[in-house]
Nanobody, 126 residues
Framework: VQLVESGGGLVQAGGSLRLSCVAS????????IAWFRKAPGKDLEGVAQ????????RYVDSVKGRSTIARDNAKKAAFLQMDSLKPEDTALYYC????????????????????WGKGTQLTVSS
């Protein structure tokens, strides 16, 4: 099983960016992909999650209204579109895979995930 992230970079405040995550190496249908981020001096934070079976999204409050997570089941891919970026969005963004998705669990708990990607850096300049 493998996760590959892409799409990070340097963006000015107010700009937009799309992060991509492609999963491979498994055949499950009821799984979820999430994005977490780790900023210097801050704890790891769950940013968004999408159920790959029904597309249900979840977001952390700090990105609601300016971020959209979407999926492409055929490619086993999830995308995080982030708009109106702020310097506080600067972080290393990780894609995570949950092969045992549930609508009732705490999606922000890192322990529910089976695999992490290597991460992609997003830097937002002021």
């Amino acid at each position: 099983v493998q996760l590959v992230e892409s799409g990070g970079g340097l963006v000015q405040a107010g700009g937009s960016l799309r992060l991509s995550c492609v999963a491979s190496g498994f055949s499950d249908d009821d799984y979820a992909i999430a994005w977490f981020r780790k900023a210097p001096g801050k704890d790891l934070e769950g940013v968004a999650q999408i159920s790959m079976s029904d597309g249900s999204p979840r977001y952390v409050d700090s990105v609601k209204g300016r971020s959209t997570i979407a999926r492409d089941n055929a490619k086993k891919a999830a995308f995080l579109q982030m708009d109106s970026l702020k310097p506080e969005d600067t972080a290393l963004y990780y894609c995570l895979l949950d092969l045992h998705y549930s609508s009732n669990y705490n999606w922000k708990a890192i322990t529910v995930y089976d695999l992490w990607g290597k991460g992609t850096q997003l830097t937002v300049s002021s």
